[in-house]
């Protein structure tokens, strides 16, 4: 796995870990809104636009050829990210056993850091796409493009 930026530093553990794992599912949250937000721009038809899933904004996206293969299977890669965090990590990365503690420390920092990373693009392409329907022209670069 790649890091392109450290934003967490697992020091002190276990609490470094679940810091990290609570700002990524709030990051993710505020991507979620975001993504709500384009769907009703676009005028995506929902019956319950609040309750819907990020899997389910991307395929509507999609269905409606609101965005090319590429963003969808970007998207989509990287709501699996966000899912495992919220759904598997604890259960599967945080009890892997390692050679030593620091190893643990860096696989779980790597781990972590990834997925903020990740997720933070994800934001970044659903914003381009806001700016575009709102006519800005100059839009943010990221790790997809």
């Not at 991307?58 to 989509?76: H, P």
């Not at 259960?91 to 903020?116: G, M, P, R, V, Y």
């Amino acid at each position: 796995m790649i890091v392109y930026r450290k934003y967490f530093e697992i020091i002190d553990y276990p609490d470094d870990v679940y810091k990290a794992v609570g700002k990524i599912i709030a990051t993710s949250q505020k991507w979620e809104q975001r993504f709500k937000v384009l769907a009703n721009m676009l005028e995506i038809p929902f019956k319950k636009i609040g309750n819907a899933s990020l899997n389910k904004l991307n395929e509507a996206l999609k269905k409606e050829k609101r965005i090319s293969e590429k963003d969808f299977k970007n998207l989509k890669e990287v709501i699996k990210i966000r899912n495992y965090i919220n759904h598997e990590f604890f259960l599967k990365d945080f009890e892997i056993k390692h050679d030593s503690f620091e190893q643990k420390l860096e696989f779980l920092e790597t781990k972590l850091n990834t997925a903020q990373f990740f997720i933070f693009e994800a934001t970044d392409v659903i914003e381009n796409k806001i700016d575009e329907l709102q006519g800005k022209n100059i839009l943010r670069p990221t790790a997809f493009d």
